[in-house]
């Protein structure tokens, strides 16, 4: 079982700049993939970005540019740089992660709130 933390949410204007990290623990880490996604007030939840266990990045099209994701294996710990940011970013943020390879993801964060104010 795999347990996340999101962190480093908070308030920003227009076109700040917020990372996020998502600590990981109870778990191979390095072997999940791991995405980011979120959810705005009355909004569906969307995905934003995630990272596989070998690297590799990928993103929605909305945030390409200006959402960068990274991990750090060692400190079990996947990151979200977000700048640039649009009222419209704003957010919950959760991480999740997965064994598979494709598919739904198994373990949720509880989100950490984004607030881009105008």
């Known amino acids: 079982q795999v347990q996340l933390v999101e962190s480093g949410g908070g308030l920003v204007q227009t076109g700040g700049s917020l990372s996020l990290s998502c600590a990981a623990s109870?778990?191979?880490?390095?072997?999940?993939?791991v995405g980011w996604f979120r959810q705005a007030p009355g909004k569906e939840r969307e995905f934003v970005a995630s990272?596989?266990?070998?690297?590799?990045?990928n993103y929605a099209d909305f945030v390409k540019g200006r959402f960068t994701i990274s991990r750090d294996n060692a400190k079990s710990t996947v990151y979200l740089q977000l700048t640039s940011l649009k009222p419209e970013d704003t957010a919950i943020y959760y991480c999740?992660?997965?064994?598979?390879?494709?598919?739904?993801?198994?373990?949720w964060g509880q989100g950490t709130h984004v607030t881009v104010s105008s």
């Open positions: 999740a992660a997965r064994r598979g390879v494709v598919g739904r993801y198994d373990f």
């Open positions: 109870g778990g191979s880490f390095s072997s999940y993939d």
């Open positions: 990272i596989t266990r070998w690297n590799g990045g």
